[in-house]
Structures are given as structure tokens and as C-alpha cells.
């Protein structure tokens, strides 16, 4: 019976996936996921202490339901970080629990493997996790460290988990422990800003992986399963960020420490550049008939969605035609921005990726970018000394004009001179993106 | 050193009998995957990762077990622990995605 249930959960969670393909099907996709985890549950009480595990059941849960509840759509990414982490250490937990409960049995070198190399998965998720999830807070901007550094204490835990592997004692779990704990850190903590999409994403795949390693240790199919599921998602996500970075995975993880220690390039400290005030963007908008918004970060910090979105239809109500174009890696998390704009109402339909709506800034007349510095940066396609060259672009410079909403004339997160603030078509509006759209919006 | 030979023969051994199930499961699973998360549309990659987060603390069950096994309290504790975390998760998981998901739906 149990085993018919947990295949069921495992189904499952597939369809729960598989639902995710529309917007339509979306919310069944959801709940095909609560149904399989509590298929899951149920046959785990079985025989199990039932009492102790509902009550911590119901104290995660009611932490896990106010949070989920109170967090803005704004911080999402940062709690998923979190979350991840929490993932990895309980996957740290369950296999120590394993080692101590089979202590007296003994521990054969298979199922010693699985502990080991479960542990360290879990255990680089975890704390990887906790520095993302700092980083995302904007608590902590990190440090440049060595690549050797980082090398060695990957050998020293390939060597713990082989010294595990043979004595299986608890000297060598916890150092092994103990280190990837450490390489977890020093693994994130040099990773740039611009660069969070993939580590989040990143994190998202280790922490499948960790749960496909208790499913080992526990020879489990439906944690096996589902921990395949989630490390290959994650594992695409982060494939599909990096494309959209022009960067390779290992020059995301491994050189990335260049990013913080490299500064802005500020070559042009004095160039002069055409600035406006939100009546003179409500002109050019009035008198547009075709508006693409591109949103980026500053969206997202300054919560300006809904008021882009009051812009939006005030524009529609003249005629104008109005589209969102969004970059897979605007803002901190992949498809970050879509959840910004839906929870602002802009119609599912109104929204392109950048494959799609690339062909139409030539032809559109204003182009409204808020906050969305690196990925409308033209030097990516022209200036083959940046550091952002190859990464693929929402050509805004193609626009007849464009509005630039920006907080300040500085850099954006990966610190490279954006050209197109100094273009003869360019306008600046500087200042907080929610406060110059509501003064748009005021003026239109 | 002379136990190593027979510890090796034991773990290929073994790898072939038990593990060989799990690996098989574990590799199909992958492909499974890999094809159900490329279909995903790239508006809802947000609601896809909460919704893996949430899914993959099915490890929860894994802490289940071990707070029932009576042989030591440090195991209890561990176990009880785990439970709490990955509670968190599959509540604030599934939630924050059923909130994403209806703003997609309005």
C-alpha cells in the first residue's frame, strides 16, 4: 500500500511540473504538488512516531504560512534562497541521523558513500544558500577570494569523504562536515551581484541532488525521483540563465571573484547627457504610438510596477500601443519580473521574452526603461573589450526615443559605462522609478 | 591495507545488486526531468522554483523515520529538527506559489 502511494506521489509531482507549462493550467500544477507530498506524509506517519512529528509539522507550518504570506513579491528571491538553504540542512540532519541510528549495526562502504556525499551536497547548500540569501538582502556585497583557496578545500573534502568511506566513523563525517560547510561559503561568497539568477538557480539544483543522496541512502524511489526532477529543473534554469549572461556555468562559479574587485569603469566622468523632467516624458509618450517598458531591478526596489502599469493603461486608452519586454536575467531571480507585472495586473498577453519582442524596438517610438541598466547595454553587442560583450540585449537603442528611469548616472550591477545614457536619443529621468512614473502618469 | 581488496569486491558488489535499482530510477528520473522542465513557460520559472523547493523537502519523510527510531535521543532531536525546517519549506513553499500563480490567473 505504501509503496503504491509513494508511486502515486511521485506521479505526482511530474504532473505538478508538467502543469507549469500555461498560466492556465498553472494553479493545478500547484496543488497536484500538495496532494503528492501529502500522499508522501501520510505513509511516513505509518508506524512512525505520529504525535511528535505532527506537532513539529505544525510548528514549521505555521512559520512556513506566515512567511510565505508576509513577504513581498519584491523579496521573493531572497526568500527562496532561504528557503534552498533550509532544504540542505535538514538533508545534513537526516544524514546524520542515519549515521547515528545505524552506528551499532555497522555502516558498509555503499551506504557510507551515499551518507558522505550527501552530507557534503546538503551541507554546500545550506551555507551556500545563507550567503545568496544575504546577498539578495543587499546585506552583504562579498569578498574576492583565491581560486586555489577554494580548490583546496574541495581536495580536503574529497579526501574526508574517502576517509569516511573506509572507517565510517564520526571524526571524519563531522570534519567532512565541517568543511563542506566551509566550501559552501567560499564557494558564493565571491560570486558578483549581477550574477545571483544562476546561483540561485544553482542552489535550486543542489538542493534536488541532496535529496535524490538521502533517497540513496535511504533506498527511497519516490525521494530519488523527485530530487532528479528538482536538480535537473534547477540545472536547466541555471543552463538558461547563463545563456542569457553569455557566460559559461564554471565562469560563473569559478571566476567570478573579478566582478568585485574589478571597479566601475569610469572613464567618463564628465560626459553630458540629456536629462528631463517626467512632463517632458509625458509629451514624448502622448504623442507615441507605440511603447515598448522594459523593466529591470529598479522595478523591483522601488515597487513601481503598478504604477507602470496605471501608465500603461492610460497610453492604451489613447491608442497607443503598449508591450513589456522582458530579459531572462532582469532582476535577481529568473522570471522575477513576470511575477512583478502579474501581481500588478498587466495582462499575460502584453508581456514578450526577448526572442520575441527584439524585431519590434526598431519600430516603436518610445522605449521605457526602468532600471534595466546591463541588459539594455548596447556595448555588449559593439564593444568587444567589455565585460558584458556577447551577452544577448534588448536593443532599446533601436527605439526612435528612449526614457531611461534610473536612480543616479552610476553603473549598473556588473559596473560597466552604459553607452546608451549618452545618446543623442536618450532622455534621463533620474530619480525613484515609482515616484517619476506616478509624475508621468500625473502629467499624462 | 590487506582488508582492502575484500571492501573493494564488497562495494562493487554491491553497487551492482542494491544500487543498480536506485541508479536506474535516479537516471530515468533525470530525463523525466529534463523534458517535463523545458516545456515550463519562461513567465512562470518563479513559481517553478518555489514550487521544486517545495517538492524536493519530500525528504521530510526521511526525518519522519528517524524520530521513531528509539536507539538514542540525539536522533530524535535531529529528526524533529529536520521536520520543523522542511515543514517551513512545503508550507511557505506551496503557498507563496499558490500567490504567484493567482496573480498569473487574474
Redesign the interface.
Known sequence: MGEILNLM?AVC??L???N?????T??R??LY??I??AF??C???V???FS??FI??????????Y???K?S?TQ?PE??AC??S??G???V??D???F??AD?KGI???TALEIALGTFIGAITFTGSLIAFLKLRGSYRGHAIPLYFNMGIAVVNALLIIAFC?SANSVSLSLLILFSLLLGLTLIVPVGGADMPVI??ML?SY??W???G?????????????????????A??SY?MCKGMNRSLIDVIFASGNNISASAQTKNKNRSFKSGAAEDAAFLLKNASSVIIVPGYGMATSQAQHALKEMGDLLKKNGTSVKYAIH?VAGR????M??LL??A?VP?ED?F?LDDINSSFAACDVAYVVGANDVTNPAAKDDPSSSIYGMPILEVNKARTVIFLKRSMGTGYAGVENELFFAPNTMMLLGDAKKMTEEVVRAL | MQDMFP?MC??FA??SS??LH?MT???L??F???Y??????????????????????????????????Q??S???V?????????????????????????????
Not at chain 1, 20 to 24: E, G, N, V, Y
Not at chain 2, 46 to 65: E, H, K, R, Y
Open positions: 506521489s509531482f511530474i505538478s511540473l508538467k507549469l507549462s500555461s498560466a492556465a498553472s494553479i500544477g500547484n504538488g500538495i503528492g507530498m508522501a506524509v505513509v511516513a506517519f508506524g512512525n512516531n511528535l512529528s513539529a509539522i505544525v510548528i514549521g507550518g505555521a512559520i512556513g504560512i512567511v510565505a504570506r513577504i513579491m521573493l526568500m527562496v528557503f534552498h533550509l532544504v540542512l535538514s538533508a540532519l537526516i546524520c541521523a542515519t547515528l541510528s551499532s558498509d562502504t555503499i573506509y540561485v538557480s535550486n538542493s534536488g541532496a535529496a535524490s538521502i533517497g540513496f541512502t535511504l533506498s527511497n524511489d519516490l525521494l530519488i525521483i523527485t530530487g532528479a526532477i528538482v536538480g535537473a529543473s534547477g536547466i534554469l538558461i531572462p531571480m529568473p522570471g522575477h513576470n511575477v502579474a501581481e495586473n499575460y508581456v521574452e | 571492501k564488497d562495494f554491491g553497487l542494491v544500487n536506485s530510477v535516479f537516471i528520473a533525470c523525466v526531468g529534463y517535463v522542465v523545458w516545456k515550463v513557460t519562461p513567465a512562470l520559472h518563479a513559481p517553478l522554483m518555489s514550487v521544486t523547493n517545495a517538492i524536493s523537502s519530500v525528504i521530510i519523510i526521511g526525518a519522519i523515520s528517524a524520530v521513531s527510531i536507539l538514542n540525539y536522533v530524535t535531529l529528526g524533529f529538527l529536520g521536520i520543523v525546517l522542511l515543514s517551513i519549506n512545503i508550507f511557505g513553499g506551496f503557498v507563496v506559489t499558490y500567490r504567484m500563480l493567482k496573480m498569473f490567473k487574474k
